[in-house]
């Protein structure tokens, strides 16, 4: 019988959606990207700037039998599926591979799912559709852009400062860094100060004279108020009113990784690893399944079938009256709303119920995850807030408390929200209507300063700015710390000396294109492309023509950065050795470069690791390869050529006899398949 290929981009996809499509399905996976831009072309930008940006493509390297293997099955099946991620990437490569593998377009079929079950699979293969070269466009679009501006903008910041890159949108979340930061250094803190009269039960704050807002701004006012002020305070007013408090919508991409970073403390790439791995599959008992749906969207939808198992969820865990109603999201550019939000796959998938399957980091994620679906279906909670004015002399202070009188969503929800009674006592108690003070206390107090961005507020401004889409948000952040661009400093982000000459030195010549208002215009041009509205290399020409001029007057302009000198001077030609940045960090090596190629060679005390295993004083010790990789080898080659790329832990293996071998806190065998 003929079969069906079946391409997916992960192969942890390929075992649970060769279960439930059957027999005729053979499921094979791309293993990611299998293409690139090249760097052919002019400035090794991959594209033909001068015919419409007509792109050069190369296979990733590794990429090469994977896509042969692929062209093999792809020719013994009767019509080949694509099935990668329902995100323009994943329609980028879908692309990619009908390309490479030369398809027929009778042939061929893309599908799309949100997640990873038996019923969204099957349903998912009964709409069957071409590829939307729209979207391929898009993404497409967006890579040769960000190729351009990343080359270009690179080589410029190389050659006139310490930095070693520049990207289209990495370099506008690294200004937004830097212009805080400036906030902080220009502020100057103001004094204030307060007065709070101390209750048995309660506090009340000063806030009006005359019931107008009152400021108190040295401590000399403040006398002047106290002297005024006896203990006796007339109860002037008491307001209760019964407030609805509304749960949050479910989870989009970067509301997750703020609360990820927030309540669970993940980083906003471990985040997307650990909800990869649910939307993937896990295995439990008796099936492996995708926990949760597509994890990079900006959509808040939820689907139908999903919104009426979870009402009947609600319903007969917590009783009719905890049934909520569905969330609808403001319309607002740039969300693509064919995505749902991310929501377990199964409201009757408990993190309990699952828990014996999960990591620790996996069952936190998807707990989190889990709830915030299911309290965005249920009701609000109602607080009673109570509001006492109290009267001293026309001086008006304020005491507030709340009391839950039903608890709504934070039934389910209650321990990701700091929400607690507030209790005032009864005043009807003080029949005179006057209540007597134990003490009026004033403090002294201090403006503070804009706050420093954490992951979580960096990737919400960025967010709130339209920069950016859900896949990009933990790469940018990536970016910009491995570049030496910042640094954290109690989890904020503060820019280092080389991540504020960098940015400086992109606004002096470049501050119309690297700001947030036009790479937010740049998303909106991408967007028309998706939805074909705009042609795409008009586009990037549009973009070009004043781009690459710009460029090319600031390359011209700006004086080059010169290289720190050592105050020694080259062994080989006489000329002053200096301080030079290479991919492995910082060497030194002569100014006369290129005509003189000497580095000095420093030397190197190689840290001992273990005894080797396959020779008698040889001693395991840390390498580097030709490439600048780190391995493990012995001293005593080339004569013993005992080497790992794991660290070695001493131990030998209790199975084989073998190497056992560390990396990322998991300890395996060099040599057979044993785990520790």
């Known amino acids: 019988m003929a079969k069906n290929l079946v391409i997916v981009e992960s192969p942890t996809k390929v075992k649970s959606i060769g279960k439930y499509l059957g027999k005729d399905y053979v499921v094979s996976s791309s293993k990611g990207h299998i293409r690139d831009l090249s760097t052919k072309g002019k400035f090794g930008l991959g594209v033909d700037v001068d015919n419409h940006f007509k792109p050069d493509y190369k296979t990733i390297k590794g990429k090469k039998s994977v896509i042969t293997e692929l062209k093999k099955e792809a020719e013994k099946s009767d019509k080949v599926i694509l099935a990668t991620d329902p995100d323009r990437e994943g329609e980028a490569i879908s692309w990619h591979l009908y390309d490479a593998l030369g398809l027929s377009n009778d042939k061929y079929s893309r599908v799309t799912f949100n997640e990873i079950t038996q019923n969204a699979i099957k349903e998912a293969f009964k709409h069957e559709r071409k590829i939307d070269q729209n979207l391929v466009n898009s993404q497409e679009t967006r890579r040769i852009l960000d190729r351009i501006i990343g080359f270009r903008l690179s080589k410029f910041i190389k050659s006139k400062t310490d930095g070693s890159s ?81 749960s949050k919508a479910p989870y989009i991409t970067s509301t997750l990784q703020q609360d990820a970073s927030n309540k669970l403390n993940m980083s ?171 003490d009026i206390i004033k403090e002294q107090h201090f403006t503070q300063p804009p706050a420093r961005y954490t992951e979580a507020s960096l990737i919400k401004a960025l967010k709130e700015s339209g920069i950016g889409r859900p896949s990009t948000y933990a790469t940018i952040i990536s970016n910009i710390k491995k570049r030496g661009y910042v640094v954290l400093d109690k989890k904020k982000f503060v820019p280092t000396d080389i991540g504020i000459e960098v940015t400086d030195r992109l606004q002096e010549c470049f501050s119309n294109l690297i700001n947030v208002e036009y790479t937010a215009n740049m998303e909106d041009d991408l967007e028309k492309i998706a939805d074909g509205k705009e042609v795409w290399y008009e586009v990037l020409e549009n973009f070009y023509k004043d781009f690459e001029p710009a460029v090319e007057d600031a390359l011209e302009k700006l004086p080059k950065k010169e290289a720190e000198k050592t105050g020694e001077m080259c062994p080989e030609c006489g000329h002053p050795l200096v301080i030079r940045k290479g991919r492995y960090g910082e060497f030194v090596a002569c100014s006369n470069f290129p005509k003189c190629k000497y580095i000095k060679q420093e030397p190197r005390e190689e840290a001992i690791i273990c005894d080797c295993p396959n020779c008698e004083d040889g001693k395991i010790v840390e390498k580097r390869s030709k490439r600048g990789k780190i391995f493990y080898g012995c001293n005593n080659w080339p004569e013993c050529k005992t080497a790992y790329w794991d660290k070695p832990t001493g131990e030998k293996c209790p199975e084989c006899g073998g190497m056992l071998t560390e990396k990322n806190g998991k300890i395996k065998c060099s040599n057979c398949d044993y785990k520790k």
Not at 189 to 215: C, M, V
Not at 291 to 310: C, G, H, P, W
Not at 377 to 393: C, D, R, S, Y
């Open 166 to 246: 520049a990207g289209r949108v990495q370099s506008v979340a690294l200004k937004l860094i830097v212009d805080r930061e400036r906030e902080i250094d220009a502020f100057k803190a103001e004094e204030y100060w307060t007065i709070t009269a101390d209750f048995n039960e309660f506090q009340a704050a000063l806030f009006q004279y005359k019931h107008k807002k009152i400021e108190i701004k040295n401590e000399v006012e403040a006398n002047d108020i106290l002297a005024k002020l006896s203990n006796a305070f007339e109860i002037e007013s008491i307001d209760k009113k019964l407030k609805n408090k509304t």
């Open 268 to 438: 906003s790439s471990k985040t997307m690893m650990v909800a990869q791995k649910l939307y993937e599959g896990i295995d439990l008992e008796d099936e492996t399944v995708g926990l949760i749906t597509y994890m990079r969207t900006d959509s808040i939808r939820l689907s139908n079938e999903f919104v009426k198992e979870a009402f009947g969820f609600i319903e007969g865990k917590y009783g009719k009256e905890y049934t909520g109603s569905v969330k609808v999201g403001k319309k607002t550019e740039n969300v693509q709303d064919a995505h749902e939000a991310i929501r377990p796959t199964s409201i009757n998938r408990t993190p309990e119920s699952v828990k014996p399957y999960l990591t620790n980091d996996e069952f936190k994620l998807y707990r989190m995850i889990y709830y915030r679906a299911l309290a965005s279906l249920m009701a609000p909670a109602k607080v009673e807030g109570t509001t006492v004015i109290l009267n001293n002399n026309d001086y008006q202070f304020k005491a507030t408390g709340q009391i839950i009188v039903f608890d709504g969503y934070l039934k389910a929800y209650g321990d990701y929200e700091d929400t607690k009674d507030t209790v005032l006592p009864p005043f009807d108690k003080y029949k005179s209507n006057i209540i007597v003070s134990n």
